[in-house]
C-alpha cells in the first residue's frame, strides 16, 4: 500500500493511500473532534464537527470525508475551526437533557468530551424542551430520543452491517427522530437485537438495560454458533458484566448478533447451574462429593466389557476436552464408541466432501464470501443460525453480488435474492442435478478446470442424461425457467460460493446432496479462489472442533482412520495402550444398542439428546433401560435427569482451550472466572476419571499442554500451540510451527489428489406424505434460541423474543384445516405428537410444516423420523409426513 | 357503509390486488420508489400501512426505509383524511368563552379525537391555535365555512347527519 506523507498542525504524518484525513490525525495521535465517523462506517459528514482546514482547499471541509493526499498542509486548531465546532456543539446541548452526573453515559459520553474539549460551560441557547417517547420495548437495551443528536450512526450501522434496515431517520426537519417502520416499538418491528447500533452511539440515546463497567476485559470466543465471533467478556466482582466484540477477530471483526452479545452472562451467572456432583439415592439425584462421584463413575465404568461402554462428546466443549473424551474412549474404555452430534447436522459434509475433494470442511472463509461474484445459498437460513456469515452474505449483494436462494421456505435471505428457488423439501439432488444439467448442455462449465484438476467427469455428464428439466420441475416443484436462470447466474458470475446446512444435510441421502454441491463447485471451477468454494456452515460453536479432534467412531484426529494399521500403531506408541481397529457405534446406533440391552452404560457429556435425537420416546426408552449412565453438563438437561451420576461441567467461560469454527479457524478461549460453585473444567473431570482406571498420560496441568500433544499426533494441527494462537486464530491445515494457516483449501489440489465427479440419482425421502399423514414437517432453528435451549433459555430477554414453539403453517393448509393464528393444535406422526401454538404464514409453503427443536414443552422430535443416510448415518430430521388437528378448548 | 377511494372504488377490500396491479407496472429499482408511493397514495388518498409494506418487498427494502421515505415528503399522507376538515379552535379567547366544552363536543359528535379521521371518510379533526377570528369565539371552521359564538346544540346541529350515518 502506498505511503504518503502529510503535515498535521506542523507535525509530519504519515498514512496509508486511502487513508482519511481523520483517521491519518487519529493514527498519529491528534485529536480532531468527530461524533459521527465510525472505523466500521462509511463516511458521512454529518455532524462537522471534524472541520479542519487544509493549505489550498478552500473553506473548512469535513476531515471524515476528506482523502489525505501527498504533501497536504491540515490545520485542525484555527480560531475558525474552534468557532464553528463551539456553535455546532452549543445547537447540539440547546435540546440535550444534560444531566450528565446521573447519565449512563457519564464519562463515556462523546458529546460530553467534545463539549469538554471545546471548553463549553454554558448553555447559550435557550433550552428547547421537548419531551419524545423512550422506547423501552427492546429486552436489552432502550431507545430514550431525548438524547439523540441524530448523528445516524445507529441508522447506519443497521444498513452498513448488518443490512436490517429496521431503523431510519424518518420525518424531517425538527421532528426528524430514529425509527421503526410507522413508528412502531422497536421490539415489533424487524429488528434483530444484534445490538450493532447500541454500541455505536456516541451519546446516551440507544443503551444497554443493564450496562455495567468492568473492571478488566478478557478476549474469549463466543460459545453459541460455529460463525465463532471473538469477543471481550468484561468482569466485575467475579462475575461477567459486559459483552464487546473483538474487532481484531479475524471470523468476526467485531461483529455479534444477538445471543453474543446479550445472551452470555446470564446463563453462566443462572442459579440453576450445577454445583456440586449429583448420584442417584433411592432414585433421587443427591448431591455429593467430587471423591465419591467420580470413584463411582471409575468403578463403574470399569465393570463393563469394551462393547457394552459408550461415550457422546460434546460440540460445545473446547477441542483439547473432545480430544481427551475420544482418547479416553479409546485408550482407557477400548473402544471406538464414541460418536457426537456432528451425526445430527454435518456427518454427510464430512463424509461427501471426503469422497469428492479428500477432505469434508469449509473451503473457505467467512470474509472471503464478500468477494464471490455470486452466492448460492441452499438448505441455510443464514441470517437466523450463522447471524454474522448472514450479515456478510446481505452485505455482498449490496455491493453486487448476485444470491441465489434455493428453500422451500421463504427465509430472510429471500429478500436480498435475484432468484428463489423454492423446491420441496428433499428434492434437491434432483434441483441440483437439473442446474448442472443446464450448466452442461449450455456450454457453462469449466473445461480445463475439470480436465485438469477433477476425474470421472464422463460418468457424471452421463448420470446427467436422467434429469430432464421436466421432471426436475415435476420432482422439485421449480419452474423449469428459474432452474436455468439460477444455472445460468451461477455459472457465468465466477468467482461463485456455495453456502449451505443443515437443510442439504439433514436427509437420508444427505451425503448425495452434498456430493450434488460438490459436483457443481468442481463442474464450474469454484473450488481454490477467493469467493468460491463449498461451505458447509457448522452449527455448534465447536462442532467443526470436535469432528477434527476424533470425536467420531471411525477416526483419530485429524482424520485419521482407526482401520489404518499404521495409523493404529502410532496411536499406540503414544498412548501406551492397545487400541481397537473396528469403527464404533454412531449416535443412533448407540440408542438403538441401549434400547436392546447390548449396550449398558454411557458417558454423555454436554449434551441433551432427548430433544436434539429423532424419535425421542425411542431415545428416552434407551437411556432408561442403561445400566449405568453418566452425564456432564452445565444444567440438569432432561437428558441429566435420567443420569445415575451428573458430574458439574463449566462453561466456556471458567476454562482455557480452543473452539475450531466452521472457517477451521482454532481460536482461544479463555478462563474469564474461576469456576462456579463445585464445578470442573470437563478437560480435568474426563482426566481424572481416567487417571481413576489406571490411564496413562492424563496428568495434564493446563490445556496447552493438550494442545502439544494434539498437535504432535494430529498432522493438519501440527504448527498449532497456544502461544501462537495468542497473536490471532490460525486455520487448519497448519502443519508446521511456521505454516501461516489455510484461508481457502484445495487452491492448487485436491486434498485427495484430483477432485472426483460423483454420478448421482434422485431418491425420495423415506417417509412421504399420504392420506393418513398428508403434510410434511421440517425442521429448523430460531435465531433467539440455541440447540436445545439448555443456555438460551436461561436468558430473559431472548425468552421475550421466543420461547414457545410455533408451528408455521401457509394459509392454504390453515383454511382448510380450520386453523388461525395462535389456536392451540396438535402436529401427529406416525412416532407421537406434538401440542403447540400455530403461526399462519405465507412463509411456509403449502403442505409443509415448519418446527424448531428448541422448546422441551413441544419436543418436535418426537416426531421426526430416524431413518439414516446409508453412509453418514444422519437422520432425516428435515422430512417427516404428519398430520394437524386444531385442538378445540373448552370455552 | 362503503369506503372508497378517490376513484370510487372500495378501499380495504381489495388492497392486494389493487396493489400488484400497480407494481406490475413497475421496475423493481430504488428509483421506483417515489413514483410508486405517488401512484399508490393518488389511488387510495394515503398511504396505507399494507402498502408500504407491499412497495418494501416489491424494491427488496426494509419497510422501515419505505416509511423513511414516506415521512420525508410533506405530499405523503400516512393516515386517511376526511372529505371535509374540521378545526376547533383552541386560542386563548375561544378557550376563556369554553372551546374545551365544544372540542368535546365534536369529538363525541364525530367519535374522534383530534388528529383523526371518521370511520367513513367524511370528517377529519384538528385543533388550532387560533383562526384569527376571536370576536366570534368560541369558533370553529369546517373546510372553509366559519362558525362562530359556538354552543354545544350547534355542534350537535352541525354533525347531525354524522349521528345518523353511524
Ligand atoms: S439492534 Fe441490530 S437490527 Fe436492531 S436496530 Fe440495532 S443494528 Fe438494527
Ligand atoms: S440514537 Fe445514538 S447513534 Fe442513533 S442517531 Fe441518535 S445519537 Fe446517533
Ligand atoms: S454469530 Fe454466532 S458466534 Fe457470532 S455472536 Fe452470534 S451466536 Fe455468537
Ligand atoms: S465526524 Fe466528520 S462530520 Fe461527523
Redesign the interface.
Not at chain 1, 164 to 172: F, L, S, T
Not at chain 1, 179 to 182: A, E, Y
Not at chain 2, 61 to 68: D, I
Not at chain 2, 71 to 74: L, M, R, V
Given at each position: 500500500m502506498k505511503i504518503i506523507r502529510l503535515t498535521i498542525n506542523g507535525q509530519g504524518v504519515e498514512a496509508r493511500q486511502g487513508m482519511t484525513v481523520l483517521e491519518a490525525a487519529q493514527e498519529a495521535g491528534i485529536y480532531i473532534p468527530a461524533l459521527c465517523s465510525d472505523p466500521d462506517l462509511e463516511p458521512y459528514g454529518g455532524c462537522r464537527l471534524c472541520v479542519v482546514e487544509v493549505e489550498k482547499m478552500r473553506g473548512q471541509p469535513t476531515a471524515c470525508t476528506t482523502l489525505a493526499t501527498d504533501g497536504m498542509v491540515v490545520h485542525t486548531e484555527t480560531p475558525e475551526v474552534n468557532r464553528i465546532r463551539r456553535n455546532t456543539v452549543e445547537l447540539l446541548i440547546a435540546d440535550h437533557p444534560m444531566d450528565c452526573l446521573t447519565c449512563i453515559k457519564n464519562q463515556r459520553c462523546e458529546l460530553q468530551k467534545v463539549a469538554a474539549y471545546l471548553s463549553i460551560s454554558e448553555r447559550r441557547f435557550p433550552r428547547t424542551d421537548r419531551s419524545l417517547p423512550i422506547d423501552n420495548s427492546n429486552p436489552f437495551f432502550t431507545l430514550d430520543r431525548n438524547y439523540c443528536i441524530l448523528c445516524a450512526k445507529c441508522v447506519r450501522a443497521c444498513d452498513e452491517i448488518t443490512v436490517?434496515?429496521?431503523?431510519?431517520?424518518?420525518?424531517?426537519g425538527y421532528e426528524s427522530r430514529v425509527?421503526?417502520?410507522?413508528d412502531k416499538p422497536l421490539f415489533e418491528?424487524?429488528c434483530q437485537s444484534c445490538g450493532e447500533c447500541v454500541v455505536r452511539c456516541p451519546v446516551a440515546a440507544l443503551v444497554a438495560k443493564d450496562a455495567i463497567q468492568p473492571m478488566r476485559e478478557v478476549e474469549t470466543i463466543c460459545p453459541y454458533c460455529g460463525v465463532g465471533c471473538g469477543m471481550y467478556l468484561g468482569i466485575r466482582d467475579g462475575r461477567i458484566v459486559s459483552v464487546r466484540g473483538s474487532r481484531e477477530n479475524q471470523a468476526s471483526n467485531g461483529r455479534l448478533c444477538v445471543k453474543g452479545r446479550y445472551g452470555i452472562a446470564e446463563f453462566i451467572h443462572h442459579p440453576e447451574r450445577l454445583s456440586a456432583p449429583l448420584i442417584r439415592r433411592n432414585g433421587k439425584l443427591t448431591e455429593t462429593s467430587w471423591d465419591e462421584a467420580l470413584g463411582l463413575v471409575a468403578s463403574r465404568l470399569a465393570s463393563y466389557s469394551k462393547d457394552q461402554v459408550a461415550v457422546i462428546s460434546s460440540a460445545k466443549c473446547t477441542n483439547e476436552e473432545n480430544y481427551i473424551i475420544q482418547k479416553f474412549t479409546r485408550a482407557v474404555l477400548g473402544t471406538n464408541n464414541i460418536d457426537h452430534c456432528a451425526r445430527l447436522c454435518h456427518a454427510p459434509s464430512v463424509a461427501g466432501l471426503a469422497q469428492s475433494f479428500g477432505s469434508g470442511a469449509m473451503t473457505n472463509s467467512n470474509s472471503d464470501i464478500g468477494d464471490a461474484a455470486c452466492i448460492l445459498a441452499i438448505g441455510t437460513n443464514t441470517t437466523e443460525t450463522h447471524p454474522v456469515i448472514g450479515f456478510n452474505v446481505k452485505k455482498a449483494t449490496r455491493k453486487g453480488t448476485r444470491l441465489i436462494v434455493a428453500n422451500p421456505r421463504q427465509i430472510g435471505l429471500v429478500?436480498?435474492a435475484d432468484v428463489w428457488l423454492r423446491q420441496r423439501p428433499g428434492t434437491d439432488v434432483a434441483l441440483l442435478m437439473g442446474i448442472a444439467k443446464v450448466i452442461v448442455d449450455e456450454g457453462l462449465h469449466d473445461s480445463s478446470f475439470i480436465s485438469e484438476r477433477c476425474e470421472n467427469f464422463d460418468a457424471f455428464k452421463e448420470s446427467l442424461k436422467g434429469f430432464d428439466l421436466s421432471l426436475v420441475e415435476k420432482i422439485t416443484g421449480v419452474p423449469q425457467n428459474q432452474i436455468a436462470e439460477a444455472a445460468r447466474l451461477y455459472a457465468t458470475n465466477r468467482p461463485g460460493a456455495i453456502l449451505y446446512s443443515m437443510g442439504i444435510t439433514q436427509h437420508s441421502h444427505g451425503t448425495d446432496n452434498v456430493i450434488a454441491i460438490a459436483n457443481l463447485a468442481m463442474l464450474t471451477g469454484n473450488i481454490g479462489k477467493p469467493g468460491s468454494g463449498v461451505n458447509p456452515l457448522r452449527g455448534q460453536n465447536n462442532v467443526q472442533g470436535a469432528c477434527d479432534m476424533g470425536a467420531l467412531p471411525n477416526v483419530y484426529s485429524g482424520y485419521q482412520p482407526v482401520s489404518d494399521p499404521k495409523v493404529k500403531e502410532k496411536f499406540e506408541s503414544a498412548w501406551g495402550s492397545t487400541l481397537s481397529p473396528t469403527a464404533g457405534l454412531t449416535i443412533s446406533e448407540i440408542f438403538d444398542a441401549a434400547y436392546q440391552g447390548k449396550l449398558k452404560a454411557l458417558y454423555l457429556v454436554g449434551e441433551n439428546p432427548l430433544l436434539s435425537e429423532p424419535d425421542a420416546s425411542h431415545v428416552r426408552e434407551a437411556l432408561s433401560r442403561l445400566d449405568f449412565f453418566v452425564a456432564q453438563d452445565i444444567f440438569l438437561s432432561e437428558s441429566a435427569e435420567l443420569a445415575h451420576v451428573v458430574l458439574p461441567g463449566t462453561t466456556f467461560a471458567e476454562k482455557e482451550g480452543t473452539f475450531t469454527n466452521t472457517e477451521r479457524r482454532v481460536q482461544r478461549v479463555r478462563k474469564v472466572i474461576e469456576p462456579l460453585g463445585n464445578s470442573r473444567a470437563d478437560w480435568l473431570i474426563t482426566c481424572q476419571i481416567a487417571q481413576l482406571m489406571g490411564g496413562k498420560d492424563f496428568d495434564f496441568e493446563h490445556p496447552s499442554q493438550i494442545m502439544d500433544e494434539i498437535a504432535q499426533l494430529t498432522p493438519s494441527y501440527g504448527g498449532i500451540s497456544f502461544e501462537r494462537l495468542e497473536t490471532g486464530g490460525l486455520q487448519w491445515p497448519c502443519p508446521t510451527k511456521e505454516h501461516p494457516g489455510t484461508p481457502i483449501l484445495h487452491t492448487t489440489k485436491f486434498t485427495r489428489g484430483k477432485g472426483k465427479f460423483i454420478p448421482l440419482e434422485y431418491k425420495p425421502s423415506v417417509e412421504l406424505p399420504d392420506d393418513e399423514y398428508p403434510l410434511v414437517l421440517t425442521t429448523g432453528r430460531s435465531i433467539f434460541q440455541y440447540h436445545t435451549g439448555t443456555m438460551s433459555r436461561k436468558v430473559k430477554g431472548l425468552n421475550i423474543f421466543k420461547n414457545e414453539e410455533q408451528v408455521e403453517l401457509n394459509p392454504e393448509d390453515a383454511r382448510k384445516l380450520g386453523i388461525a393464528d395462535d389456536d392451540t393444535i396438535k402436529v401427529i406422526s406416525r412416532r407421537g405428537e406434538v401440542t403447540a401454538k400455530a403461526r399462519v404464514t405465507e412463509a411456509s409453503p403449502a403442505g409443509v410444516v415448519f418446527m424448531t427443536f428448541h422448546f422441551a414443552e413441544s419436543p418436535t422430535n418426537l416426531l421426526t423420523n430416524p431413518a439414516v443416510d446409508p453412509i453418514a448415518k444422519i437422520p432425516e430430521l428435515k422430512v417427516c409426513a404428519v398430520r394437524v388437528e386444531k385442538i378445540v378448548q373448552p370455552s | 357503509m362503503v369506503i372508497t377511494t378517490t376513484t370510487g372504488e372500495p378501499v380495504e377490500n381489495n388492497i392486494k390486488e389493487q396493489l400488484d396491479d400497480i407494481l406490475s407496472r413497475y421496475n423493481k429499482g430504488r428509483e421506483s420508489l417515489i413514483p410508486l408511493l405517488q401512484e399508490v397514495q393518488e389511488r387510495f388518498g394515503y398511504l396505507p400501512?399494507e402498502s408500504?409494506?407491499a412497495i418494501a418487498?416489491f424494491l427488496?427494502?426494509?419497510?422501515?426505509?419505505?416509511?423513511?421515505v414516506s415521512?420525508?415528503?410533506?405530499q405523503f399522507k400516512l393516515t386517511p383524511t376526511g372529505k371535509r376538515l374540521v378545526k376547533v379552535c383552541r386560542g386563548t379567547a375561544c378557550h376563556v368563552r369554553g372551546g374545551a366544552r365544544i372540542l368535546r363536543e365534536v369529538e363525541k359528535r364525530l367519535g374522534i379525537k383530534p388528529g383523526e379521521t371518521t370511520e367513513n371518510r367524511e370528517y377529519t379533526l384538528e385543533t388550532v391555535a387560533c383562526i384569527g377570528a376571536c370576536a366570534l369565539a368560541p369558533t370553529m371552521t369546517v373546510d372553509k365555512e366559519t362558525y362562530g359564538q359556538m354552543t354545544t346544540k350547534k355542534a350537535a346541529e352541525i354533525f347531525s347527519d354524522q349521528s345518523k350515518a353511524k
Open positions: 436490517v434496515n429496521a431503523i431510519e431517520i424518518v420525518d424531517r425509527s421503526t417502520f410507522g418491528s424487524i429478500r436480498f | 400501512e408500504m409494506e418487498n427488496k427494502l426494509s419497510n422501515s426505509t419505505v416509511y423513511a415521512t420525508f415528503y410533506a
